[in-house]
Structure formats: structure tokens, C-alpha cells
């Protein structure tokens, strides 16, 4: 690759601009945005307006033009141009999970077909670097689980909530404000992010294909002031945790849920936009990864990582695909929850294999029981308003 790296920009939002400023002021990475494509030309901008087209071919067609990054969140429209890059054999980067969760095994073989690579170290854990890792470090380990909170928003709310005190809108208002939420905050708060990140972080472990739509997703937006008492009274709190463990040789379970975790957990100590996550490998034993997971300046650390190592010419190997020892997601495993309902009418008791205890108060009514996470997903009443359903362990190593 030349030593000077030409970049086309796609998307000039919250990480968008916050990328052009870095390299703006980075002049050592020997990097230029030639151009940005956005799709609202009126919109006031701080840079100069001959960077910028609404025609994306403008970018995709230029051979000047080395790499693609892809910092939109409409992930149709973010699919179909990483494609066409691709085509026209440009190197991307790319922020966007839902579009690659969802299109994952194409995109795979177009960098083959193509010959060109597609990083994507931003769509995870924002400056965690948890898809490297697990490619380069993790290569011939055998990992055994990998748990974590994987969405800024959701945690960020969680704990303003639990140490400011303000109520669920006015903190998911401030995450807004912050840049940390998407642009449509119900993915976030209803854990369809972090089911897509799991969804990236399941091929990246255990070099399993699926689509976040196969996976189990409760998020935080029915858990009630009593929950939040239930877990003080215990001494938990509660955070949103994405898992996935091996119950067999060649099975793995995973699902994304609220869970109540102990306070001197490892999890209990990401606070805010902070992202953490723990991985469990047969000789490393555990390890946790630690940092911002959401916001301008730590996702547009994570691209311009991923810029620089094309510089180097890396691709991800999904050697985890490769490797001789096949899983396949398996859902029957026992889940410890809680429940809480406004209304007992709403949960059919006859989905849980037992029921250990049941609180009946002017608070609010629980359960506690155990229910197979194949019949949690096929029980459309966890997503009824008024049902918040908590899982019950210890986070960290599977079971
Ligand atoms: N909305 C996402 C989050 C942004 O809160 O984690 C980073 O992916």
C-alpha cells in the first residue's frame, strides 16, 4: 500500500467527525480524508465544504482513493457500500455491527474473492481491542467463555440510575447527549445492540455463525425500582451482560440479559461508558478487558487502529472457523432468574422447570425458578411491559 493513505468517509456523525479531527491533528499516520459522503448537504459542518458529496460513488470510484471507512448507521445503505467497496478491491473500515452481524458470511467472502480486508475492531466494545485479541492472542488457546457488558448506553443509565439517582429517561437523555446511544436509543436499551455484538464476538471466539435474530435478548427497559431494591437488599447490582460459554465439546450457549452481579465482581466495577469483558481460556485462565465502549474519541481510537493495521496489510483470519473442533449454538441450559411482573396473568408458570420462591408484595411480586433458555426463547411474555427478568449467578466463567 502507498505510503500515503488516501481515505474516503462515509458519514460525518458523532465518530465520523471525530475520526477527521483525529487525523486532522495526527499528521504522523500519514493519513487524508479526500472525501466525505453524507446525505444531508444543508447541515452545518466543521470542515471545509469541498470535502464533502452527496455521491458516494464519488469515493467508491476514485482509484485514488485506498480505503473506505464506513461510519454510518443505517446499516441497508452502510451493507450495500461496504460491498461495492469491497468490489472495487478498496480496504474498509467499518463501525457498523448490526450490518456486519447480519452479513457477516458475505462479507468473509468477499475479502476473499476480492482480495482486500474488512476491519471492523470499532463495532465491539468501542476502544477495547476485543476482535483482535481473540484473533491474534486466542489463536491455538482453547477459550471457554467469553461474558461481558458490551453497550456504553445501557450501562452508562444503569449506573445513573444506581449513583446519581435520576430516573430512567433522564439518564438515557443524557447518553444521548453524550453521543453514547444510537440514533434510535431502543436498540440500545433493548439490548438488540448488544445482541449484535455478541452475534460478532461468537464467530470471533468460537467460529460460529449466527444471526443475532437466533439469539436470546432481554434488555433493561422493564426493570422496576423494586429490582433495583431486590439487588441492594442482596447486595448485587445490576448490569446488562452479553454471554457466550461452552456447556460440551461442541456446544455453546448465548444470550444477552440483565443479571445481578455481585459487587466485588470484575463487572460490577464498569461504570458508565465503559465496556468490560471477561474471557475465559483453558490455559490463560481468566483475563478482563477493561475500557470506554462508547463515545466520539475511544470509537474513533478503535478505527484508526484498524486504518493503521491496514497499513500493515492485516486481515482477520477467522481461524476460529478453521480450526478442526466445529460448535454449534446449543439452548438447552438451564437458566437461574428472577422475574418480576406487575401481574402474575402475565408469566406461564408452566415454562419453568421450578419455581424456588415467590414474593407476593405491595411493591411488586417475583419469582425465582429455573427455565431452559429454549423455552425463554419461545415464551413471548419476557418482552410483555411489566415483566423484567433478571438472570441469577455469578457472571464470569459459563456456569
Ligand atoms: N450505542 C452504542 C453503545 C455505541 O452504547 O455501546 C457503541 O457501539
Keep these: 500500500m502507498n505510503k500515503k493513505l488516501n481515505i474516503g468517509l462515509i458519514g460525518f456523525g458523532v465518530v465520523g467527525e471525530g475520526v477527521y479531527q483525529v487525523l486532522l491533528n495526527t499528521p504522523s499516520l500519514q493519513?487524508?480524508?479526500?472525501?466525505?459522503?453524507?446525505?444531508?448537504?444543508?447541515?452545518?459542518?466543521?470542515?471545509?465544504?469541498?470535502?464533502f458529496t452527496t455521491d458516494v460513488n464519488e469515493l467508491l470510484y476514485d482509484d485514488d482513493i485506498h480505503v473506505i471507512v464506513e461510519l454510518i448507521d443505517d446499516a441497508d445503505v452502510a451493507y450495500k457500500i461496504v460491498k461495492m467497496a469491497l468490489q472495487q478491491k478498496k480496504q474498509v473500515v467499518s463501525a457498523n455491527k448490526k450490518m456486519i452481524a447480519y452479513h457477516l458470511p458475505e462479507l468473509i467472502a468477499l475479502q476473499q474473492e476480492y482480495d482486500v480486508s474488512l476491519l471492523y475492531e470499532a463495532a465491539?466494545?468501542?476502544?477495547?481491542?476485543?476482535?483482535?485479541?481473540?484473533?491474534?492472542?486466542?489463536?491455538?488457546?482453547?477459550?471457554?467463555?467469553?461474558?461481558?457488558?458490551?453497550?456504553?448506553?445501557?450501562?452508562?443509565?444503569?449506573?445513573?440510575?444506581?449513583?446519581?439517582?435520576?430516573?430512567f429517561e433522564e439518564a438515557l437523555t443524557l447518553a444521548q447527549q453524550l453521543g453514547f446511544a444510537e440514533s434510535n436509543p431502543a436498540l440500545d436499551v433493548e439490548g438488540i445492540d448488544a445482541v449484535n455484538k455478541l452475534s460478532i464476538l461468537l464467530k470471533h471466539t468460537f467460529g460460529i455463525d449466527a444471526l443475532p435474530t437466533e439469539l436470546l435478548h432481554k434488555g433493561i427497559t422493564q426493570i422496576s425500582s423494586s429490582d433495583a431494591q431486590y439487588a441492594s437488599e442482596k447486595g448485587y447490582e445490576i448490569k446488562l451482560v452479553a454471554n457466550a460459554f461452552r456447556i460440551s465439546e461442541h456446544e455453546v450457549v448465548s444470550y444477552v440479559m440483565p443479571q445481578f452481579i455481585k459487587s466485588r465482581h470484575q463487572l460490577c466495577q464498569v461504570k458508565n461508558e465503559y465496556n468490560g469483558v471477561l474471557l475465559s481460556s483453558t490455559l490463560a485462565d481468566e483475563q478482563f478487558l477493561y475500557g470506554k465502549g462508547a463515545g466520539r474519541y475511544p470509537t474513533s481510537s478503535a478505527v484508526l487502529s484498524d486504518i493503521s493495521a491496514l497499513r500493515y496489510g492485516y486481515r482477520y483470519e477467522y481461524k476460529k472457523s478453521k480450526q478442526e473442533k466445529?460448535?454449534?449454538?446449543?439452548?438447552?441450559?438451564?437458566?437461574?432468574?428472577?422475574?418480576?411482573?406487575?401481574?402474575?396473568?402475565?408469566?406461564?408458570?408452566?415454562?419453568?422447570?421450578?419455581?424456588?420462591?415467590?414474593y407476593t408484595g405491595a411493591n411488586g411480586h417475583y419469582l425465582i425458578g429455573d427455565i431452559r433458555l429454549a423455552d425463554l426463547l419461545n415464551a413471548s411474555w419476557i418482552h410483555d411491559t411489566g415483566v423484567s427478568l433478571i438472570e441469577l449467578r455469578d457472571a464470569g466463567n459459563g456456569k
Design 31 to 51: 493519513a487524508t480524508i479526500k472525501k466525505i459522503a453524507i446525505k444531508h448537504p444543508d447541515k452545518k459542518r466543521q470542515a471545509p465544504s469541498d470535502l
Design 124 to 167: 465491539v466494545c468501542g476502544s477495547i481491542p476485543i476482535i483482535r485479541n481473540l484473533e491474534e492472542y486466542f489463536d491455538t488457546d482453547l477459550l471457554n467463555a467469553i461474558s461481558g457488558i458490551v453497550n456504553g448506553s445501557t450501562n452508562f443509565i444503569l449506573t445513573q440510575i444506581k449513583e446519581k439517582d435520576l430516573r
Design 326 to 358: 466445529k460448535y454449534s449454538l446449543s439452548n438447552d441450559f438451564l437458566l437461574s432468574v428472577y422475574v418480576s411482573y406487575a401481574d402474575g396473568a402475565l408469566i406461564r408458570m408452566t415454562d419453568f422447570e421450578c419455581v424456588r420462591e415467590k
